[in-house]
Nanobody, 128 residues
Framework: EVQLVESGGGLVQAGGSLRLSCAAS????????IGWFRQAPGQEREGVSC????????YYADSVKGRFTISSDDAKNTVYLQMNSLKPEDTAVYYC?????????????????????WGQGTQVTVSS
């Protein structure tokens, strides 16, 4: 059974940091890319970042570049999203998702429809 379990969300003041974790099981970790998405109330789910577990390449939305860092621990089948310099507009439910790797990951990583499996989400709230 495929499972993606997020953790690490919470309430933090603007300027603070959080680290989200996504623990994966039930599939071959190295054959997938793991993406982080977020969805604020009334808004569409948007891609935040992605990492290819085959070659370690990373991708970021412009809104988080320089503040968020995605990383992967193959031994633990876990992907992390380190979020620094958080802003109130980062408030959302954060989801991790798994996508089978292909040659187009650089262009499709932020597309929800490319992902096969999703976690249940974790709430991140940034107060001003």
């Amino acid at each position: 059974e495929v499972q993606l379990v997020e953790s690490g969300g919470g309430l933090v003041q603007a300027g603070g940091s959080l680290r989200l974790s996504c623990a994966a099981s039930g599939f071959t970790f190295d054959d997938y890319g793991i993406g982080w998405f977020r969805q604020a109330p009334g808004q569409e789910r948007e891609g935040v970042s992605c990492i290819s577990n085959s070659d370690g390449r990373t991708y970021y939305a412009d809104s988080v570049k320089g503040r968020f860092t995605i990383s992967s621990d193959d031994a633990k089948n876990t992907v992390y999203l380190q979020m620094n310099s958080l802003k109130p507009e980062d408030t959302a439910v954060y989801y991790c998702a798994a996508m089978g790797l292909g040659p187009t990951i650089a262009t499709v990583w932020s597309s929800r429809g490319e992902y096969d499996y999703w976690g249940q989400g974790t709430q991140v709230t940034v107060s001003s």
